[in-house]
């Protein structure tokens, strides 16, 4: 079976370009989730989805970060415009949503490096 | 309330031995508390997971103890192999958040030969 598939697997831009973070979940799962690891903060949940809803967006940074999920297979998170600040690497997990917790599997993530 | 404090941050650890690592959290709402391997360049993946009815599960070389009273679960490798080398995270979450984790800071665990 194939896991998530992120892409691309590294990103270097300069500053203030338009950045597009891109998630194929594992077929079937029905909750996508987002999130940054950086040393300083580990980590962190950015946004997760239910059936292609957000449901809580409260970990995106700021407005500059901006996430979409429009269908079952396929996710997207941009950084409009890309800062320094915005390095880091950039995992998408998915799991199934049913009774009780389900385990979260991750992609391998996209290292991103803002110039 | 929603942190989960993981310590320590390092551990090096001769194989053979034992590793052990710790997690506290605050909120009394989590009921599953996974944990999370990860090898450099690689996402996280579950290596074991817990609920809060059972004190202890096994899964060969891979114990997690579980202290509900103290807030408190950890994650014990015996005979650790130098392949056991990664970032361990632990993490909690609640069924009515929809499996939303929460992680810990991770710990990064060296296996000597």
């Known amino acids: 079976d194939a896991g998530v598939i992120q892409s691309p697997r590294h990103e270097v831009t300069e500053m203030g370009q338009e950045v597009t973070l891109r998630c194929k979940p594992i077929?079937?799962?029905?909750?996508l989730f987002w999130y940054r690891q950086t040393m300083m903060r580990g980590l962190e949940l950015l946004i997760y989805f239910n059936n292609n809803v957000p449901i809580d967006d409260s970990g995106m940074p700021e407005d500059r970060f901006s996430a979409k999920m429009p269908n079952a297979s396929f996710s997207t998170l941009k950084i409009q415009p890309s800062e320094p600040r915005d390095s880091a690497v950039y995992f998408c997990?998915?799991?199934?949503?049913?009774?009780?917790?389900?385990?979260?599997?991750f992609g391998d993530g996209t290292r991103l490096s803002i110039l | 309330q929603q942190q989960v404090k993981q310590s320590p941050q390092s551990l090096i650890v001769q194989k053979g031995g034992i590793s052990i690592i710790n997690c506290a959290y605050e909120?009394?709402?989590?009921?599953?508390f996974p944990w999370y391997q990860q090898f450099p360049g690689k996402g996280p993946a579950l290596l074991i997971a817990?609920?809060?009815?059972?004190s202890e599960k096994k899964e060969g070389r891979f114990t997690i103890s579980f202290n509900k009273s103290a807030k408190q679960f950890s994650l014990h490798i015996m005979d650790s192999q130098p392949g056991d080398s990664a970032t361990y995270f632990c993490a909690a979450s609640q069924e009515t958040s929809g499996s939303r984790l929460t992680f810990g800071e991770g710990t990064q665990l060296t296996v000597n030969p």
């Open positions: 909120n009394t709402a989590f009921d599953y």
């Open positions: 817990i609920r809060p009815d059972v």
């Open positions: 997990a998915s799991s199934l949503k049913g009774i009780g917790n389900q385990p979260q599997h």
């Open positions: 077929s079937g799962h029905n909750s």
